[in-house]
């Protein structure tokens, strides 16, 4: 199969990658977290390039990341890029240690407990559209931010408390660690601990769903990407989720998505993240698979500020 090559396997790209130190265009985020990772400009490299790239982290972002590495391998024969899923914390340390190529993350790398986001560069990918998800037994659609605070803190336990059916609440929670929960603490509970005594503290999206599928008085923060039949995504203070009302600043729970690298990866690492960056893919199956572009808004997510 012929491929266009710009470079050959395992070269680092010392001098395509544009790092501030070097006089080049890359920039930070003002106003955020007080260590940021630079924001990488790269100038393009080849569509296709063999080689392996490994990828981990957030679980919100697996299905994109999936999808975008078994294109890209369709299409360049000679490229292995194997994704796992735990959750954003891991895979920001994982790349700040070179364990992993690239770290899928929900949240800024200045977050995450013992990373030097300054070793580090963040190539955004995406955004994602995060929701409240029930079991459709609960029997509602919509729960303002009052009524969320006190379900996940633990004060109301009944769905008919919040104009549900008479069932007891099911609190799912994220571990330690992931974007998702830090988005929604942020977002959502905005200084409210959430409760000591949940029904399960859950590591990933996936396992998340299965859970809510089969528990009738369940509710859990997820992904919008991940929520199906039967589960019900509910609409915040009555406005339901969606890239509409993220561009128009009424629906406050998303965030972007981040895929963090050595300050010098691969080429294969840079095409790869090129491609998902393409205007292919982001008006293609990045939205067919319920993602947002990277165009829908430039407003920062709260967890970025």
């Known amino acids: 199969m012929a491929r266009s090559r710009i470079y050959g396997v395992g070269v680092t790209v010392a001098s395509m990658l544009t790092l501030a130190a070097c006089g080049d265009s890359t ?3 003002s106003g955020g977290p007080a260590s940021q990772a630079a924001v990488a400009t790269p100038t393009p490299v080849a569509t296709c ?3 392996s790239v490994s990828a981990d982290g957030s679980s919100a ?28 914390s891991t895979g ?5 240690s070179g364990a992993v190529d690239i770290g899928d993350s929900d949240i800024p790398a200045g977050l995450v407990q013992g990373v030097d986001a300054s070793t580090i560069v963040d190539h955004p990918v995406a955004i994602v559209l995060f929701t409240v998800a029930v079991n459709p037994a609960a029997g509602v659609t919509n729960l303002s931010s009052q009524q969320l605070k006190d379900i996940y803190s633990g004060k109301d336990t009944n769905w008919s408390q919040v104009g549900g059916a008479s069932l007891p609440i099911s609190v799912f929670e994220r571990t330690a660690g992931s974007g998702t929960r830090f988005t929604f603490d942020k ?9 000591a005594t949940p029904a399960a503290v859950i590591n990933t999206t996936q396992s998340v769903v299965q859970s809510m599928s089969t528990t009738p008085g369940g509710v859990a923060y997820l992904s919008a990407s991940s929520v199906s039949s039967p589960l019900v995504a509910v609409s915040i203070d009555g406005t339901p989720p969606s890239g509409a009302n993220v561009a128009s600043g009424k629906y406050p729970f998303f965030s972007h998505e981040h895929c963090f690298t050595k300050a010098q ?19 293609g199956d990045l939205t067919t698979l319920k993602y947002l572009p990277l165009s829908t808004t430039t407003r920062k997510a709260a967890v970025d500020q």
Do not use: H, R
Not at 61 to 88: F, H, R
Not at 92 to 96: E, G, M, P, Q, R
Not at 187 to 195: F, H, L, N, P, S
């Open 187 to 195: 977002d959502i509970m905005q200084g409210v601990d959430e409760t």
């Open 92 to 96: 920001v340390t994982k790349a700040s």
């Open 27 to 29: 920039s930070t985020s």
């Open 265 to 283: 990866p691969s080429v294969l690492t840079l095409s790869f993240l090129q491609y998902i960056q393409s205007s292919t893919f982001q008006t």
């Open 49 to 51: 390039v063999s080689g």
């Open 61 to 88: 972002i697996k299905a994109l990341i999936q999808k975008a590495a078994d294109n890209y391998q369709a299409k360049c024969s000679g490229a292995t890029i194997t994704v796992a899923a735990t959750n954003s």
